[in-house]
């Protein structure tokens, strides 16, 4: 049974492109993420959702829009693709609260030629 | 601001030796979490273990243990008997208060090769 489901799991795709990642959770928690890894493995946050509600965005360009349907989803769409978009993109979920552990999903791989 | 150090960016050992890495890490609260992932050749974030900043009990699981000591803010991976399938990234991260409740701050990992 796959807990944290990310779609799809390979994506390239030509500079100003428009595309959209998709997420998915069975595991009932409340609050979702996305991060981002860099081509050095740097790991960041990019935004979190707590029952469909945006906690928090860091700095990432407007460019990239979270959307969360309802507790189980939160897909991720970037408008105008840049090179620098390059990256492996993470979702991830929890329950709500400081102690509880993040679930990743398996990674998108994103190749913007 | 919290910050997660991962000294070694790589490490290279022979199979079945021992070999830890290191991660300190820092933050103002009292009241923190500290994290250790896993990302094998396949690229999937593994969770390997949670640690609260006011439980100091070092914790086994197996050929893994985990040497937490906040007097040096240091939350140590040791690997015993390493195995070719330990080869990965590990991640150590640290979750505390406020914003930071809803996200992991990351090291930069560090780059674990078992050579058979």
């Known amino acids: 049974d796959t807990a944290v489901s990310q779609t799809p799991k390979y994506l390239v795709t030509q500079m100003g492109n428009d595309k959209s990642i998709k997420c998915e959770q069975n595991l009932g928690h409340d609050t979702m993420y996305w991060y981002k890894q860099d081509s050095k493995k740097f790991l960041k946050i990019m935004f979190s959702?707590?029952?469909?509600?945006?906690?928090i965005n860091e700095t990432v360009p407007n460019r990239f829009s979270p959307k969360s349907p309802d507790k189980a989803h939160l897909n991720l769409h970037i408008n105008s693709l840049e090179l620098g978009d390059s990256a492996v993109y993470f979702c991830a979920s929890s329950q709500v609260g400081r102690e509880q552990t993040q679930y990743f999903g398996p990674g998108t791989r994103l190749l913007v030629l | 601001a919290q910050k997660v150090t991962q000294a070694q960016t790589e490490i290279s050992v022979v199979e079945k030796e021992d070999v830890t890495l290191d991660c300190v890490y820092e933050?103002?609260?009292?009241?923190?979490?500290l994290f250790w992932y896993k990302q094998p050749p396949s690229g999937e974030l593994v969770f390997l273990i949670r640690?609260?900043?006011?439980?100091?009990q070092n914790e086994i699981s197996g050929r893994y243990s985990w040497n937490f000591q906040k007097s040096t803010s240091s939350f140590n991976f040791t690997i015993t008997a390493s195995q070719v399938v330990d080869s990965a990234v590990y991640f150590c991260?640290?979750?505390?208060?406020?914003?930071?409740?809803?996200?992991?701050?990351f090291g930069k990992g560090t780059k674990l090769s078992v050579i058979p």
């Open positions: 991260a640290l979750k505390d208060s406020g914003a930071g409740s809803y996200q992991l701050t």
């Open positions: 933050t103002r609260d009292t009241t923190y979490y």
């Open positions: 640690r609260n900043s006011f439980d100091e």
């Open positions: 959702y707590n029952n469909k509600e945006l906690i």
